[in-house]
């Protein structure tokens, strides 16, 4: 009997705002998981980086051409293409938009029939994930975050390690970490410095930092800020098994001497109880490893989005 060789699917993906900084991974992503960028659009043309795996993705400078287009398209196929050949049907939607347009894009993406992956942070407001969750059940569509540090391979030992620890004893830690990512002048003229459309520094540069501390310690039960400008902010979490003392900034002269006068702008240090935890590398193929886990229908949702959203909101509106 002739066995039937079971294929991969192959999904058409969009892609909103293709000219931004981490569009190359999301691209880079759909590519390396086998599948097909259709359709793209960003408010810049400055966006060659499609041509390097996808030459014939449709490219659009406005949200509502591409909507029209797609209507157009939809209509012209009037169903299924045939067996084995490309499908011009959208399955998902990637969204790499400034932050303040996270919540309509992703609306967009699920009433129009399409899976959603949002870069983070997911949206700005915990009212808005509320939203979303809804229309998701309206739609049958889901809505997936990356949130590339729970895939870390250290982070997933560390967090392993210290669960095993809490089986033995009740172990409570003090922990900093420190983040400084350094900008230059056009920070300052971008939407990113605008805390009205980033969020501030909480969510714009911290989010992914404060779902990992969540997940290795716990949501806070309260916490302290003890410095907020628009360049850093700096407190401490009193989560249930940490103390964990924070620094985030985007100033060059918080970076360490030794690295002020070099190449090297960031810079990103956890300590534990007074042992330092190195995690600089392994976050080549963090996006690819995304795409992989929700395409395997294991990806991070609006559930897992939530508590890192909540928590920058509420920093934010201290």
């Known amino acids: ?81 045939e067996e084995g050949n490309l499908t011009q049907n959208l399955d998902f939607l990637s969204i790499c938009t400034p932050n303040y347009l996270h919540f309509p894009h992703i609306k967009f993406g699920l009433k129009n029939n399409m899976h959603v992956i949002c870069e983070k942070p997911l949206v700005l407001t915990e009212k808005e994930v509320h939203e979303l969750k809804i229309i998701e059940q309206e739609t049958g569509k889901r809505v997936y975050s990356i949130l590339q540090l729970r895939l870390h391979p250290q982070i997933i030992r560390l967090k392993a390690l210290l669960e095993s620890q809490r089986q033995n004893s009740s172990t409570y830690s003090k922990v900093s970490l420190n983040y400084v990512t350094s900008r230059g002048p056009w920070y300052k003229k971008s939407w990113k410095f605008d805390i009205n459309k980033s969020g501030g520094v909480a969510s714009n540069i911290g989010i992914h930092f404060f779902d990992m501390l969540i997940q290795l310690f716990g949501y806070p039960d309260s916490y302290e800020i003890l410095d907020k400008s628009d360049e850093q902010l700096k407190g401490i979490l009193h989560c249930p098994y940490a103390d964990v003392n924070f620094f985030l900034s985007i100033k060059q002269e918080d970076l360490p001497l030794n690295l002020r006068n070099t190449n090297q702008r960031s810079w990103r240090e956890l300590i534990i109880d007074g042992s330092p935890f190195d995690f600089t590398n392994g976050f080549t193929d963090l996006h690819i490893q995304s795409y992989k886990e929700i395409l395997a229908g294991r990806g991070f949702g609006l559930a897992d989005a939530l508590p890192a959203v909540r928590l920058c909101e509420s920093i934010r509106l201290s």
Do not use: W
């Open 1 to 81: 009997m002739t066995k039937k060789i079971e294929q991969t699917p192959r999904y058409g993906f969009g892609l909103l705002g293709a000219a931004g900084y981490v569009a190359p991974r999301h691209i880079q992503a759909i590519f390396e998981t086998g599948n097909d960028l259709l359709y793209a659009c960003d408010v810049t043309d400055s966006v060659g980086v499609l041509d390097r795996h996808f030459p014939q993705c449709k490219f659009f400078l406005s949200l509502a051409d591409l909507e029209e287009d797609m209507r157009r398209e939809k209509r012209q196929l009037s169903g299924a293409l």
